[in-house]
């Protein structure tokens, strides 16, 4: 007669099963990082606020250069977190704290420069769109790419797998889910450019714009990690 292990066994088995999927690379953890990094990218910040307001300026081809750096630039910093940059996050604190409040006045000074910015005869004679290194270096003055990063390397970063293959499969698996989910938010902008005749819509839009920025800054400047 064959007898089942004990409950608590099974419960200790499966645990350890779980701690060892997050360790090596296995379908269940690509899954998991995958949603992860889908909701984090997708979801409003600085990055996707400037890419509508660009794609509503300029329209989404020439924002593409943005488009592009934006997950560059987070790969560089998703690479340093994962070769030892998070370490020296956690041994010093305050750096992170620096980070994020630098990070939200800069936020909070583009949702004030997001008001009257949408004025596409005018916006398109003075300014123009981040080029591609432009939008690399933004990442590193944007503490909810930080933030992403940290988390990301904390829950997800697989410790049982050489050092250069764990920090490859984190960047291409950053890389992958990024680009089409920053670019909805470019592409929905350049949509909105066809409609921006109306003067009391475009107050409309970028005054959300400009709400959804301060959110931003006040969910980072608050964070606690």
């Known amino acids: 007669m064959i007898r089942r292990p004990p409950r608590s066994t099974r419960k200790e088995s499966s645990a350890a099963s779980d701690v060892y999927k997050r360790q090596v690379i296995t379908w269940e ?45 987070h790969g560089i910093q998703l690479a340093l977190v994962c070769l030892g940059l998070g370490a020296l996050f ?48 933004f990442q590193f003055v944007n503490p909810k790419a930080w933030v992403i990063c940290s988390t990301a390397v904390t829950l997800y970063y697989p410790i049982n797998e050489n050092i250069i293959i764990g920090t490859l499969f984190m960047v291409i698996m950053s890389t992958i889910v990024n680009i089409p989910s920053i670019s909805i938010w470019a592409y929905g902008g350049s949509v909105i450019r066809q409609y921006l005749n109306n003067e009391k819509l475009k107050k409309i839009i970028e005054l959300v714009l400009a709400i959804l920025l301060i959110a931003t800054a006040a969910s980072v400047f608050f964070y606690n990690s």
């Open 29 to 73: 953890l690509i899954l998991a990082l995958a949603v992860y990094n889908f909701i984090m990218y997708v979801t409003p910040g600085p990055n996707n606020s400037i890419l509508t307001a660009s794609g509503i300026k300029f329209g989404f081809t020439r924002s593409i250069p943005n488009v592009l750096g934006i997950p560059t630039g």
């Open 90 to 137: 956690i041994q010093y604190p305050i750096l992170l704290d620096i980070l994020r409040y630098v990070g939200s006045a800069y936020i909070l000074y583009l949702a004030y420069k997001m008001f009257g910015s949408l004025n596409i005869s005018n916006s398109e004679e003075r300014s123009r769109p981040l080029k591609y290194y432009e939008a690399i270096l």
